[in-house]
């Protein structure tokens, strides 16, 4: 690097930042910018653009191109030089843009006469801002150093307009951080919530761009990228990691030795950028270039890389993870992605969790169902939109989050939750009634639980009892494999919440989506038909007999219920079973007290279960259908696809068929039969189940009110009619009659 363009280019920085400190409204310091740029560059145009939203650039200041057309051109993203620039995060630079491939002419900018082109992003770690160009009309390529100068000269623009220092009276541009935004992600929590912003990582402000003395800040940056090295480096050396843990952290520690990056960044503070400034420089050019890199594994580094930039910046500010920022009352997280650890420890505080990244399946989003908070997910860009205390409405019915919303959409969103609390009183008053439809059937409606968080439901909810509690919950959330004494106590402790209700405890189900942190993963090219759930239990037996011996210990005389997951024949259920008998012949010998009766029963999830021997049906205690890998078997949709998980109606007349014979073979045996899948806590679907003759269904316990005030206001046969009338009629699903119909029910 030349040191008279260094030079230069700091000495651009330093007018820059002069301009900057004058006070003057936000049109006057972005057209003193362009005049500065293209004297300081010796072009005859400089212009700025700025995304008006996300898909709009619009001129915004200009040297050189006509005034007229400042705030009037504006184009697409990707459309034209500018636009790809914009697209693309990387520079373009041509002596001969007309003839570039995508150039767009617009003529009311006067710009026909210019040949030389360079247009560079304004960007702040993956948030695209703008654009920066300067074009000359002698047709020359521009040098490494002119486009090195430009991409510092927007670094600190984009810093800028990140602070907000643009936007005040701009006409038309979009305020930063101010705008009301609709992001439109997926649902993975049911449930309306309204509170503030709470960033899981606080967001780092730079609020010195521009550096006097690189001397100072080449001193500071080393300093820092010391103290990273030494942090990974003692990541590294702890005993616990295993070898993948090892990989990921040696990865980590390439970067944070890289001598190439550090030697980007000094170059960086040499052309007049702070040390954060220079952090985030490098940050953002690597986001660009990686984005375009379509290997799963380069992408992950890019994580690595980002992870590694925060963790410099957070030294270089002070701004640690705590921030010092107050959390703010009522408040909603956002993050990109959250481990269910780390959600636990916010816990019941939260209102709402809006996640960028996230799946329905991941473990943030079963401990966000169990502790009853709203959740949205895939909320493209909230982490870059939102700012701590922000407010925002969540609405996890429709998989939408309002940011900064209009007063009237919040006065709807308002609305909507009065009524849900209104209608929550009307099934409080339920609460202790049976389920008891016209016809004088009654259904027993029962919840799902797997944390400690969710006990106070039992009474609150009016629930009967557990029908499913998923012992797995108490896995994942830890970092290490439960003890069997802890285990035992936990497991009292459920069984002494629910007084003697009946508590069906399944063992554990891992595998497929539910990895525990601690156990190897297992590269299965189909986890959900993989080595999980049972299949795990009876091949290593271990972890099964552990939990076995604790459930049997938890209950101290009292009665026990135990299911396995994903039971595929009967053989499997035999051999589980045997499990059971050879714990508690084993814990009497030893002097325990054995519970006074034990139940042991299969959850159904494959259809091969369905079509088992008779002796399976006779042998088991009781049998609990889990409808949603049921579901996913039956119509090889994978629950955990976005694109298929909802395809296929539940209430398609093959899976009522389905169901039917199941219903019918446990009657035939007198098999206690239950529903635990999602759908027995969605209305119409549990009064199809129970008009089919289902007596038993476990939900979420804010399920449970409403379909028992639902059940007890329609008469079943009269149900189970329509849907025999749609079945003979040949419908497809009987959704639409049974809707009909329930619709016209006396409320
Ligand atoms: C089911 O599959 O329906 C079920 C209840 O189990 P899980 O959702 O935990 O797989
Ligand atoms: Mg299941």
Aim: glycine residues 8%.
């Amino acid at each position: 690097m030349p040191e008279r363009t260094e030079s230069e280019s700091r000495k651009l920085l330093r007018r820059l930042r002069d301009t900057l400190a004058t006070p003057g409204k936000g049109q006057d310091r972005l057209d003193r910018i362009t005049h500065l740029i293209a004297d300081s560059m010796g072009t005859e145009v400089c212009s700025i653009y700025l995304f008006r939203d996300a898909e709009t650039l619009e001129l915004c200041a200009t040297e050189g191109l006509r005034p007229e057309s400042v705030h009037q051109t504006r184009m697409k993203l990707g459309e034209g030089l500018v636009g790809r620039v914009a697209r693309t995060g990387l520079p373009v630079n041509t002596a001969n843009a007309p003839s570039e491939k995508g150039f767009r002419y617009m003529p009311e900018t006067g710009e026909e006469i210019y040949s030389s082109f360079l247009g560079v992003p304004i960007q702040r770690v993956g948030e695209k801002l703008g654009v920066l160009v300067v074009q000359s009309r002698t047709a020359r390529q521009f040098n490494d150093d002119e486009i090195y100068a430009l991409e510092v000269v927007a670094m600190v623009l984009a810093e800028m307009t990140e602070l907000g220092v643009f936007a005040s009276d701009v006409d038309g541009m979009r305020s930063l951080h101010k705008q009301p935004v609709m992001i439109r992600g997926g649902t993975g929590q049911e449930g309306a919530a309204e509170g503030r912003v709470w960033l899981h990582e606080a967001r780092v402000v730079v609020t010195n761009p521009v550096a006097d003395d690189p001397l100072t800040e080449i001193d500071r940056i080393r300093a820092a990228v010391g103290q990273l090295r030494v942090s990974v480096d003692d990541l590294l050396a702890a005993e616990s990691l295993d070898k993948e843990q090892k990989q990921v952290l040696e990865a980590y520690r390439m970067f944070a030795h890289s001598r190439g990056w550090l030697k980007r960044m000094e170059d960086d503070i040499a052309r007049g950028l702070s040390a954060e400034a220079a952090v985030e420089k490098e940050q953002s050019a690597t986001r660009a270039r990686l984005e375009q890199v379509p290997d799963a594994y380069l992408r992950e580094r890019l994580h690595d890389l980002d992870d590694l930039s925060n963790r410099l910046l957070r030294i270089l500010t002070g701004q640690g993870s705590d921030t010092g920022a107050e959390m703010p009352e009522n408040p909603v997280l956002v993050a990109r992605n959250i481990g269910p650890a780390e959600l636990l420890e916010y816990g019941r505080k939260l209102k709402g969790v809006v996640l960028e990244e996230g799946s329905v399946g991941s473990h943030a989003a079963i401990v966000a169902r169990a502790l009853a908070i709203p959740l949205v997910i895939h909320a493209d860009r909230i982490v870059t939109e939102a700012l701590n205390g922000d407010p925002i409405l969540v609405d996890g019915d429709q998989g939408i989050v309002h940011l900064r919303p209009e007063e009237t959409v919040a006065r709807a969103f308002r609305d909507k939750i009065a009524m849900q609390a209104a209608a929550q009183q009307r099934y409080a008053n339920l609460r202790d009634l049976p389920a008891l439809s016209k016809c004088g059937t009654v259904t027993h409606l029962m919840m799902n639980a797997g944390l400690m968080a969710d006990l106070p439901s039992l009474e609150g909810s009016g629930a009967e009892g557990v029908g499913l509690f998923r012992t797995e919950l108490q896995f994942l959330i830890r970092n290490k494999m439960p003890q069997r004494a802890e285990l035992a106590a936990l497991y009292a402790r459920v069984m002494d919440a629910a007084k003697g209700r009946r508590v069906a405890f399944r063992t554990l189900d891992i595998g497929s989506d539910k990895v525990l942190p601690y156990m190897k993963p297992q590269d299965e090219p189909n986890p959900a038909m993989g080595w999980r759930a049972i299949r795990v239990g009876l091949d290593k037996p271990g972890v099964l007999r552990m939990q076995l011996q604790a459930l049997i210990r938890a209950a101290k005389g009292r009665p026990l219920s135990v299911m396995f997951p994903f039971i595929t024949e009967y053989g499997e259920f035999v051999t589980s079973r045997d499990h059971v008998m050879r714990e508690l012949d084993r814990e009497s010998a030893m002097g325990h007290v054995v519970p006074e009766t034990v139940e042991v029963g299969a959850m159904l999830e494959t259809p091969s279960l369905a079509f088992a021997p008779q002796a399976f049906f006779d042998l088991a205690d009781f049998v609990s259908i889990g409808g949603n890998d049921l579901k996913q078997f039956f119509f090889a949709a994978d629950r955990e696809n976005e694109r298929v998980r909802r395809r296929y109606d539940t209430l398609n007349v093959s899976f009522l068929r389905f169901l039917d014979q199941i219903i019918g073979r446990c009657e035939t045996s007198g098999t206690p039969l239950s529903f635990c899948g999602e759908d027995a806590g969605r209305p119409i679907e549990a009064v199809a189940f129970a008009a089919r003759g289902l007596r038993t269904l476990s939900m979420r316990p804010a399920s449970i009110g409403p379909i028992k005030a639902l059940l007890r206001r329609v008469d079943l046969s009269e149900a189970r009619e329509v849907i025999d009338h749609a079945m003979a009629e040949g419908h497809e699903s009987v959704r639409p009659a049974l809707s009909e119909w329930l619709a016209a029910q006396p409320e």
